[in-house]
């Protein structure tokens, strides 16, 4: 179960990351689509903001789950630190707990969220907002298996070089 675990997180976190990368790319040509249309073109682009504010919101979601998996989010690294044996077990255990608490908590107001907005639509586009709200629990829901991987097989590299 463990390594199919690690395995699924391997497939889910790089594929996560490749995906926010490149809606990072796709946001900043947006963003320089928005620029040129106003200024050069003196024809502003209607639907460039808000397609970057949403794909923005899925780009930080994808991102989350490469930092938890990493363990490059904020934690309380200081009792991980000062802690051995049974009681850093304790601790790291206590971590992954409450994180998995807040991600469920993500995933399932996340449903409830997307579910109710379904016929809303965006202002600029014909596209529901089903679909920008949907970021917050398939992120939640990728970033629990990073939260899984990442107590089994910890890379929290950040807590050896911290000084």
């Known amino acids: 179960m463990r390594r199919f675990l690690l395995r699924l997180d391997r497939v889910l976190s790089g594929l996560s990351l490749n995906l926010a990368c490149l809606l990072l790319a796709v946001i900043t040509a947006l963003g320089l689509w928005q620029v040129l249309a106003r200024f050069v073109l003196s ?17 930080v979601m994808l991102g989350v789950v490469v930092a ?9 690294d200081l009792m991980v630190r000062l ?18 608490a807040f ?17 809303q639509t965006f202002a600029s586009m014909e596209l529901s907002m089903a679909w920008a709200y949907a970021a917050f629990p398939v992120g939640a829901a990728l970033a629990c298996v990073a939260v899984l991987a990442n107590h089994f097989d910890p890379q929290n590299t950040e807590l050896e070089s911290a000084q």
């Open 83 to 100: 802690a051995t044996g049974t009681w850093q077990t304790v601790v790291r255990s206590l971590i992954t707990g409450s994180s998995l």
């Open 103 to 119: 991600l469920a908590v993500l995933v399932w107001f996340g449903v409830q969220l997307a579910w109710r907005v379904r016929f």
């Open 43 to 59: 024809q502003p682009s209607t639907w460039t903001e808000e397609s970057m504010r949403r794909l923005l919101i899925w780009m």
């Open 68 to 76: 938890f998996r990493r363990g490059a989010l904020v934690s309380v």
